[in-house]
């Protein structure tokens, strides 16, 4: 069973900056692992717009 809450835990305890790069690691946004979408969720908490 994944936990998600620690996901979101790890997540949150990243910096902007490192958020931004694991975000650029993600292959496939359309099915992200669970730590995958931790980070895009906590990008969204952030307000925090991947760069293009």
Do not use: W
Not at 23 to 31: F, M, V
Not at 35 to 48: G, S, T, Y
């Amino acid at each position: 069973m994944h936990d998600y809450l620690k996901d979101a835990a790890e997540a949150a305890d990243l910096s902007d900056a490192k958020l931004i790069a694991l975000y650029d690691q993600i292959r496939n946004r359309d099915h992200p692992t669970g730590f995958e979408q931790a980070v895009l969720d906590e990008m969204e908490r952030r307000h925090l717009m991947p760069p293009r």
